[in-house]
T-cell receptor, first 116, second 111 residues
């Protein structure tokens, strides 16, 4: 099956610093990747859709200047949380979509961000 | 905006019992996926259904897509503690990738 990696798995940072999270599709090319945020015992909240070589599409209410997304290649997308604050603490998950599939998304293992 | 209502939200049962999780919408979907997520991990794809009335089986799990492609159900027979997790349904109206996720069903199977 399609494998997606995410790095780091856990990160603790001080308030005001920036954190970069990487999402890689290891065995397939992903023209589209998605970034989600998940709160405890809740479903996934889509933050943005990342398309290779173009600007990301952000969902309503998500600050594009705070959550910077770059999708420079068909196998790598990055999410940078800029000037992080404690309220940004959450579980961030990426997924990758294969063009030939029926909207099937393959998820990374997630990144637990804690902002002190 | 497409909405997917998933029920029940929480389910706690004893090992060996059967259960059904429902995913309902007023929108028609071109495909619908079911995922299972364990704490601290990403969701894992269980199945994709695309044809109205379709039934798919995965060992003790049976997935059904409604005739009108607006709803789906997941039935688990003889649940085991290893089935514990968050079950998510997701539907899309096109094959462009973006999906609408249900609110999830947290299943706990007690030994």
């Amino acid at each position: 099956g399609a494998v997606v990696s995410q790095h780091p798995s856990r990160v603790i940072c001080k308030s005001g610093t920036s954190v970069k999270i990487e999402c890689r599709s290891l065995d397939f090319q992903a023209t589209t990747m998605f970034w989600y945020r998940q709160f405890p015992k809740k479903s996934l909240m889509l933050m943005a859709t990342s398309n290779e070589g173009s600007k990301a599409t952000y969902e309503q209410g998500v600050e594009k200047d705070k959550f910077l997304i770059n999708h420079a290649s068909l196998t790598l997308s990055t999410l940078t949380v800029t000037s992080a604050h404690p309220e940004d603490s959450s579980f961030y998950i990426c997924s990758a979509h294969q063009v030939s599939s029926y909207n099937e998304q393959f998820f990374g293992p997630g990144t637990r961000l804690t902002v002190l | 905006t497409q909405l997917l209502e998933q029920s029940p939200q929480f389910l706690s049962i004893q090992e060996g019992e059967n259960l059904t999780v429902y995913c309902n919408s007023s929108s028609v979907f071109s495909s619908l996926q079911w995922y299972r997520q364990e704490p601290g991990e990403g969701p894992v794809l269980l199945v994709t259904v695309v044809t109205g009335g379709e039934v798919k089986k995965l060992k003790r799990l049976t997935f059904q897509f409604g005739d009108a492609r607006k709803d789906s159900s997941l039935h688990i027979t003889a649940a085991q503690p290893g089935d514990t997790g968050l079950y998510l349904c997701a539907g899309a109206s096109t094959n462009a990738g973006k999906s609408t996720f249900g609110d999830g069903t947290t299943l706990t199977v007690k030994p």
